[in-house]
C-alpha cells in the first residue's frame, strides 16, 4: 500500500478516535468517576449494544493508529529492506493481537461470561 | 570528504530538540505522547479485560489504579492526549499545504517560511490545552 494512503489512514482513524473517545470519557462523567468504574456498571455498558460497539470502533481505530504510529516512528529511526518488512508485519501482527484480546472482553463481557 | 564525513550527525543530528526551534520540540512532544498513550491503550485494554475474571478481580485491579499515583499516571494521559490531539491536528492541517507560507526565494537570513507565528502559536495552544485538561482532570479525580 502506498505511505500516503497510509497516512489518510492514519488521520482518518486519528479524527474518527478523538470524536468516539470524546464520548467514551463523557460517559465516565455522566456520573461519579468512581462510581462509574464499579463492577456493576462497567458490565452495563458492555451490555449495551450501541455502547458495546462503539468500544470496538474505538479499539480498531486506536490500534490501528498506534502500531502505524509506531511503524512510522522506527522506520524514521532506520531503514533497510528486511528491517522495514520486519517492522511493517511487526506492526500488523501487533495490531491484530491487541484487537482480538480488547474484543474478546466486549465479546465476553457482553455476553455475560464473567 | 572529511568536512563532509562532520557534516554527517545521523539520528542525532535529526532527533536534536536544540534545532529547528519550536517545531522540533514539538515533534518530539508529538512523538513522546503518541508512543505514552500507546502504553497505556495496551494497559488499559489489559485492565478492563480482568472484568471477565469476576468482581473479585475487578475490584482487585481498581485497588491498584484507583490510587493517588493511578490518578497522577491518568492525568499525565489526559495531558498527553489533548497535546497530541490538538499539535496532530496542526500537523495534518500543515500536510495539506494550509498556514506552512508561500515558498520564496532562499534570502539572506535564510528564515524558513514554515516556521510562522500561526505554527507557533498553535503549538502553545495545544501545551496550554493540555495544561487546562490536566487541571480538570486534576479536579474531578482528586476531588472524589
Known amino acids: 500500500m502506498r505511505e500516503s494512503i497510509i497516512m489518510k489512514i492514519h488521520y482518518g482513524t486519528a479524527l474518527g478516535a478523538v470524536a468516539l473517545v470524546a464520548v467514551h470519557i463523557l460517559m465516565r462523567l455522566s456520573q461519579n468517576f468512581s462510581d462509574s468504574l464499579s463492577y456493576k456498571n462497567v458490565l452495563v455498558n458492555y451490555h449495551l449494544l450501541p455502547y458495546a460497539l462503539m468500544l470496538e470502533v474505538i479499539l480498531v481505530l486506536l490500534s490501528v493508529h498506534g502500531f502505524n504510529g509506531l511503524r ?6 532506520k531503514q533497510g529492506r528486511s528491517y522495514e518488512r520486519a517492522i511493517n508485519y511487526g506492526s500488523i501482527a501487533a495490531m491484530a493481537v491487541l484487537i482480538a484480546y480488547g474484543s474478546r472482553t466486549i465479546l465476553m463481557a457482553g455476553m455475560g461470561v464473567s | 570528504m572529511a568536512e563532509r564525513l562532520s557534516n ?8 536534536n530538540p536544540t534545532r529547528y526551534g519550536m517545531l522540533r520540540v514539538a515533534y518530539w512532544l508529538q512523538r ?5 498513550l500507546l502504553a497505556y491503550l495496551i494497559g488499559h485494554i489489559y485492565e478492563t479485560s480482568t472484568i471477565l475474571n469476576g468482581k473479585a478481580a475487578w475490584d482487585n485491579m481498581l485497588s491498584l489504579t484507583e490510587t493517588p499515583g493511578g490518578h497522577i499516571v491518568l492525568v499525565i ?21 494550509k498556514g506552512i507560507g508561500r ?5 539572506y537570513p535564510y528564515k524558513a517560511v514554515s516556521l510562522s507565528s500561526k505554527q507557533r502559536l498553535c503549538i502553545w495552544v495545544s501545551i496550554a490545552l493540555a495544561a487546562l485538561a490536566m487541571m480538570y482532570g486534576a479536579g474531578v479525580l482528586f476531588g472524589n
Open chain 2, 8 to 15: 554527517r550527525e545521523g539520528i542525532k543530528g535529526m532527533a
Open chain 2, 32 to 36: 513522546l505522547s503518541g508512543l505514552g
Open chain 2, 103 to 107: 515558498p520564496g526565494q532562499p534570502e
Open chain 1, 72 to 77: 512510522v516512528i522506527l522506520l524514521e529511526l
Open chain 2, 77 to 97: 494521559v489526559i495531558g498527553m492526549c489533548v497535546f497530541h490531539t490538538g499539535n496532530g491536528i496542526r500537523v495534518m492541517i500543515s500536510e495539506g499545504g
